[in-house]
């Protein structure tokens, strides 16, 4: 039985990038659901088109597109574009959620300048491609809603360093803030999502030991990994017509990890939402 459309963002195209996997696959059903047609974007052509068959399942045809494109590559993300005003006339809502968080990334010492400049190209290179093809479009529709994937990590430090990453999410912030003040009179928001750590394939594929993951685990006062979904509905809130006096925010989704100096002692009962198109 499918569930019931909503409504949030009926009438509205949304380009969605990293769609065939963690955040982006949760979005782009969300917002398939809430009435949005969805372009999903990602470098794995598989992963992306089986998003858009679930979303043709769940709501019925011609409501979702993929294309394959490396956003490290200025072509493909203007391409990404292109398709959505080609095949659905306009562009009203682009999430930059595509990203690099590469094992070979450490510290100052031992960071390779290769991985360095392939985290900068996608991480941050891409997201501004996609703003600025973005807003050529949004321009001639009378706005829009960029939302950009940053993380916590731009916000505090960790002596899990993983520098490349925690250096490009920061710049993602410092970009969404100036682009959210050069267009706010041309009603196109910017917002960054600032994720806490979240039980993805791209994260628990890094933290691969308990060791790994409880070493995290202890900052977070909710004591649990958050889900894609919970980003997901983030990302809606931001989206809709709901944050429309919202631009140049960092919106951070993180189970309460910035506000912890002490976390609390004891078992958890904060439990992870059921609902999942995983």
């Known amino acids: ?10 009438g509205k195209v949304a380009v969605i990038t990293g769609a065939g996997s963690g955040i982006g696959l949760e ?38 597109v993929s294309v394959r494109a490396d956003v490290s590559k200025e072509d493909d993300v203007k391409n990404m ?31 390779s300048e290769d991985i360095w400049d392939l985290t900068m190209r996608i991480n941050v290179k891409g997201v501004w491609w996609g703003c600025k093809y973005a807003i050529e479009q949004m321009r001639k529709t009378g706005g829009g809603s960029v939302i950009n994937t940053a993380s916590f990590v731009a916000l505090r430090g960790a002596a899990t360093p993983q520098l490349a990453y925690t ?20 009603n196109i928001r910017f917002n960054s999502l600032c994720p806490g750590p979240l039980r993805t394939p791209l994260l628990m ?3 691969n030991t308990e060791e790994k993951k409880n070493r995290r685990l202890v900052h977070v006062p909710m004591g649990r990994f958050g889900e894609a979904i919970e980003q997901a509905k983030a990302a809606l809130f931001l989206a809709s017509d709901d944050s429309s006096y919202m631009t140049g925010t960092d919106f951070v989704v993180d189970g309460g990890l910035c506000a912890a100096y002490v976390t609390p002692e004891g078992e958890t009962i904060s439990h992870s939402p059921h609902a999942s198109y995983q």
Do not use: Y
């Not at 917002?31 to 052509?45: H, Y």
């Not at 410092?174 to 267009?183: D, I, K, Q």
């Open 1 to 10: 039985m499918s569930p019931p459309f909503g409504s949030r963002l009926a």
């Open 27 to 64: 979005t782009s059903v969300l917002f398939a659901s809430e009435g949005a047609q969805v372009v999903c974007v990602d470098i794995n052509e598989k992963g992306a088109a089986a998003t858009v068959e679930k979303i043709t399942a769940l709501f019925g045809e011609d409501r979702a």
């Open 81 to 111: 574009i292109q398709l959505a005003v080609s095949r659905f006339g306009k562009i009203n809502v682009l999430f930059n959620n595509a990203g690099i968080m590469h094992p070979a990334d450490d510290n100052a010492l031992t960071t």
């Open 167 to 186: 250096a490009s999410k920061g710049a993602v912030l410092a970009m969404t803030r100036e682009l959210a003040v050069v267009h706010a009179k041309e």
């Open 205 to 207: 594929e890094f933290l």
